[in-house]
């Protein structure tokens, strides 16, 4: 069975730092690309960026909003992904969410409980 | 990259099928064949509904189909049931190598 699970969200302050963690199991990890989406507050969803596997030379693509803010990565022997979060705004707390990158369609076939980040003085 | 465009809102009875839209641009839903669907429940994570326009996963309900006609892409239901009640997210690869959402459809069963 597959899971995905979240850990590390938590109160920060305006222009802090936080690490979101992604434990994987179930799947070839390694082989697959993984996402990150956030939700804020009775709003949509908004993706934010992904990790490409080590065929693809964990390749990193980021949305407008976090380019510069935020980094992906991955430890494949831990079967982990990262989201770091720095320069934080309070415009950042959201529900955050890892995903999968399907191998069989272009989709996220498989997403963590979401963890949540409120970013706030 | 703008957000997919979604009806805030749709409505329907139970045993009645309905179609909720997402537009987008040649850019992303009209130049590729990946808009995905997704289901959310109250304080749940998103449940993939549909794939690549019109497959299913595994375990979907065939009364959720899929399908795209130029920049929109239409995720419709048949047999409208109580538990269909959520929030609906398109979702659809672009052609800057990113992926972009929809701003989502509350539906309410009557």
């Known amino acids: 069975e597959v899971q995905l699970v979240e850990s590390g969200g938590g109160l920060v302050q305006p222009g802090g730092s936080l690490k979101l963690s992604c434990a994987a199991a179930g799947f070839t990890f390694s082989g697959s690309a993984m996402h990150w989406v956030r939700q804020a507050s009775g709003k949509g969803l908004e993706w934010i960026g992904r990790?490409?596997?080590?065929?693809?030379?964990?390749?990193?693509t980021y949305a407008a909003s976090v380019r510069g803010r935020f980094t992906i990565s991955r430890d494949d022997s831990q079967n982990m992904a990262y989201l770091q979060m720095n320069s934080l705004k309070t415009e950042d707390t959201a529900v955050y969410y890892c995903?999968?990158?399907?191998?069989?369609?272009?989709?996220?076939?498989?997403w963590g409980q979401g963890t949540l980040v409120t970013v706030s003085s | 990259q703008s957000a997919l465009t979604q009806p805030a809102s749709v409505s329907g009875s139970p045993g009645q099928s309905l179609t909720i839209s997402c537009t987008g641009t040649s850019s992303d839903v009209g130049g590729y064949n990946y808009v995905s669907w997704y289901q959310q429940h109250p304080g749940k994570a998103p449940k993939l509904l549909i794939y690549?326009?019109?497959d299913r996963p595994s375990g979907i309900s065939n009364r959720f189909s899929g399908s795209k006609s130029g920049n929109t892409a239409s995720l419709t239901i048949s047999g409208l049931q109580a538990e269909d009640e959520a929030d609906y997210y398109c979702n659809s690869y672009t052609t800057t190598s990113t992926l972009v959402f929809g701003g989502g459809t509350k539906l309410t069963v009557l």
């Open positions: 995903t999968r990158w399907s191998p069989g369609g272009a989709t996220f076939d498989y």
């Open positions: 990790i490409r596997n080590k065929a693809d030379s964990y390749a990193t």
């Open positions: 690549d326009v019109t």
